[in-house]
């Protein structure tokens, strides 16, 4: 599947919206990049160099296991 990233007119934004929403979602997927998408898409980009550079570190799933179970219990008394 390929991405595509458009500037578009205010006055022509929802005629667009309304033709990409007559497919499929297996054919065509709107999505709205938000700023949160973009921080997002940055962070994965510089995890994906850091492995791909072999530079990114690794552990042991009993280990991430721990670390995942005092992240939980820390922001337990949040919920």
Not at 52 to 76: G, P, T, Y
């Amino acid at each position: 599947m390929q991405t595509v990233k458009l500037r578009v007119n205010d006055g022509v934004y929802d005629k667009l919206i309304l033709l990409l929403s007559k497919f499929n979602k297996d054919e065509v997927e709107i999505i709205t990049e938000t700023n949160d998408f973009a921080k997002n898409q940055k962070y994965l980009d510089n995890e994906l160099y850091e492995i791909l550079s072999r530079k990114a570190k690794f552990v042991e799933m009993d280990e991430a296991n721990q670390q995942l179970e005092k992240i939980i219990k820390k922001r337990e008394s949040r919920i």
